[in-house]
């Protein structure tokens, strides 16, 4: 008997790229596999049956002006378009479809410049003081903690639940003074939170030079002893948040805006805008600020910052933004 391949000569763009998405599975982050399947299931509720001929550029404007109809943000339209881009690129490799019909059609980057994007640091300040004050218990205090941290540091989220108390390196620093006509060397020991970006395979490097930094870090544990209470530090190999699902993690922190009387649009990655518009306003040189947000155009070797030194880093945050 011959073996017989259930997906050759099949003509449904569907059956095709669900095989497809399932051979990729294992390069790609769970939130990027999530988006290609989301994807796919609601265009099916457009068009159910898409065969390759009817990919199109005539195929495209029509979808595009039907996310339109249906109220979606530009932005999130033109993020469904670079999706589906890419998985027509794959039935274009299998030579299924001769030509990429994205060639002529324009995937825009929506940025907006609103205010409604980032919280300015009076409002951070704000969210701090309800932080320092235990406003919140439990989940709600845990997602508070981690979108501090991700506005001072730009930590994203999907990095939360990978970092361990292992991950953060010391980095010594020696500056001089000259009072008195005395010249003095003082040696300050920071860390450095260093890891991959799972989604860009790129190193973040993040200084931790402030106090109120450090805290939301909550390194040391208290122990009861008989004799009293004791403080050490976590072990290495435990993990430094808690992070919750991307639902509840919204939710909640939609519910802290609204108590603070923050009037903005929040999601989680809004923290990453504000960490690169405050270090844009503090005069955080750009290398430095890819570096730390972990950007692949910093990985670019034409880049001139791809060899700062750790200490580097650390200066440039400690001299120009403190929180």
């Not at 000569?9 to 990729?24: A, K």
């Not at 265009?43 to 550029?57: D, V």
């Not at 008989?226 to 519910?255: A, C, V, W």
């Not at 270090?279 to 692949?296: F, L, P, Q, T």
Request: proline share 2%; with cysteine; hydrophobic share 30%.
């Amino acid at each position: 008997h011959q073996m017989k391949d259930k997906h050759y000569g099949n003509t449904d763009f569907y059956t095709f790229i669900q095989n497809e998405i399932e051979l990729i599975k294992s390069a790609r982050t769970k939130g990027t596999i999530d988006n290609y399947r989301n994807l796919i299931n609601k265009m099916k509720e457009w068009k159910p049956i898409l065969t390759f001929q009817e990919i199109t550029l005539d195929y495209i404007q029509r979808f595009h002006d039907y996310e339109i109809k249906t109220g979606n943000q530009l932005s999130t339209i033109y993020k469904k378009h670079a999706n589906f881009k890419f998985l027509i690129g794959l039935a274009v490799d299998k030579e299924k479809i001769a030509k990429n019909p994205y060639d002529k059609f324009e995937i825009k980057k929506i940025t907006k410049a609103q205010n409604n994007d980032i919280l300015t640091e009076e409002e951070l300040q704000k969210l701090q003081h309800a932080y320092d004050n235990n406003t919140y218990t439990g989940g709600k205090k845990e997602v508070l903690r981690e979108f501090l941290f991700s506005c001072y540091t730009s930590l994203s989220y999907a990095e939360f639940d990978n970092v361990t108390y292992g991950d953060l390196k010391p980095v010594t620093i020696k500056s001089k003074s000259d009072e008195n006509q005395k010249e003095e060397t003082t040696i300050t020991t920071h860390y450095l939170l260093c890891n991959e970006r799972k989604k860009t395979n790129v190193m973040y490097k993040i200084p931790i030079i402030s106090k109120t930094v450090e805290q939301l870090l909550e390194r040391e544990v208290t122990i009861k002893t008989k004799k009293g209470e004791e403080h050490k530090d976590k072990e290495s190999f435990q993990k430094i948040f808690s992070p919750l699902t991307n639902q509840p993690t919204n939710r909640y922190l939609k519910e802290i805006m609204k108590d603070q009387h923050i009037n903005k649009t929040m999601t989680f990655h809004r923290a990453r805008h504000t960490f690169r518009t405050i270090a844009a306003r503090r005069g955080i040189h750009d290398g430095i600020a890819e570096r730390i947000m972990g950007h692949a155009e910093g990985n670019d070797i034409k880049d001139i910052y791809t060899h700062l030194h750790d200490e580097d880093i650390v200066r440039e945050m400690k001299d120009k933004w403190i929180v």
